[in-house]
C-alpha cells in the first residue's frame, strides 16, 4: 500500500517569496492534515479536511497562509508571503476518517522550508 | 487553549536501562495515540489508548490511559539502540473531530 506522497522535499526560498506544497494521501482516506513542525517541536495543526471540506482551520495563519483540496484526493498548502519565521518541516498526514477511533494519522515525508 | 505537555524533553540512557516519557492534558481527552519520530523521519503510529486506565504492550513497550484520561505514559524496558527517537503523545479531543494535540516529544538517546 502506498504512503503519503509529498513533494517537494526541501525548498529554499527568500522572505516575502510565495512557495507551495503538494500531498497525496493514502488512497480511500477522507481525512487529511496539513502540520507545521518548528525544530525541538511537535507539530502543530493548521488544517484538516473532511472530503473536500474544512473541518478545523483554527491555527491557520489565514493571511498569508491558504490550503485547498478540491477533489477530496491531492491537497496544496501555500505560503504567501513567507516569513523568515515559516522555516520549518510542513508535514501532511491522512487518516480514514476523523471518528475518535478512525483518526490514526499516516504521516509522508515532509518538506523542509527554509526562508532566508 | 488545550494544551500536552510531555516530560522530560531529554533523556540519555545507557543501552539495558529503562525509560519512561510522560504526558498531561490540560483537559480530558476522549483517546490518546502516540507516535515516534526517528532522527531526520516522519511521526510513525504506535499506539492508541481509548478507555480510562487503559494497559498495552508491545513487545518492552508499556502504554498507560490515566483513570482521568488527562495523563498517559509510555515505558521502555531494557532499551537499546534502535529506541533511539523523538515519543510523542497525542491527545484525540472530546469534540470528536479528530484533532490531535501534540506534546512537544520526548528525545531519546540510547548509549551502546
Known amino acids: 500500500e502506498a504512503g503519503v506522497a509529498q513533494s517537494p522535499r526541501y525548498k529554499i526560498i527568500e522572505k516575502r517569496q510565495s512557495v507551495a506544497f503538494w500531498c497525496n494521501p493514502i488512497?480511500?482516506?477522507?481525512?487529511l492534515y496539513w502540520y507545521q513542525q518548528i525544530l525541538g517541536q511537535g507539530p502543530k495543526l493548521l488544517i484538516q479536511?473532511?472530503?473536500?471540506?474544512?473541518?478545523?482551520d483554527s491555527q491557520l495563519p489565514k493571511d498569508r497562509f491558504s490550503a485547498e483540496r478540491l477533489k477530496g484526493v491531492d491537497s496544496t498548502l501555500k505560503i504567501q508571503p513567507a516569513k523568515l519565521e515559516d522555516s520549518a518541516v510542513y508535514l501532511c498526514?491522512?487518516?480514514?476518517?476523523?471518528?475518535?477511533?478512525?483518526?490514526?494519522?499516516?504521516f509522508g515525508a515532509g518538506t523542509r522550508l527554509s526562508v532566508l | 487553549g488545550q494544551q500536552v505537555m510531555q516530560i522530560p524533553q531529554y533523556q540519555h540512557v545507557q543501552e539495558g536501562e529503562d525509560f519512561t516519557t510522560y504526558c498531561n492534558s490540560s483537559t480530558t481527552l476522549s483517546n490518546i495515540q502516540w507516535y515516534k519520530q526517528r532522527p531526520g523521519g516522519h511521526p510513525v503510529f504506535l499506539i492508541q489508548l481509548v478507555k480510562s486506565g487503559e494497559v498495552k504492550k508491545q513487545k518492552r513497550l508499556t502504554f498507560q490511559f490515566g483513570e482521568a484520561k488527562k495523563n498517559s505514559s509510555l515505558h521502555i524496558t531494557a532499551t537499546q539502540t534502535t529506541d533511539v527517537g523523538t515519543y510523542f503523545c497525542a491527545g484525540g479531543l472530546t469534540s470528536n473531530t479528530g484533532k490531535l494535540i501534540f506534546g512537544q516529544g520526548t528525545t531519546l538517546q540510547v548509549k551502546p
Open positions: 488512497s480511500g482516506h477522507a481525512t
Open positions: 498526514a491522512s487518516s480514514l476518517d476523523y471518528g475518535s477511533n478512525k483518526n490514526i494519522q499516516y
Open positions: 479536511f473532511q472530503n473536500n471540506g474544512v473541518v478545523d
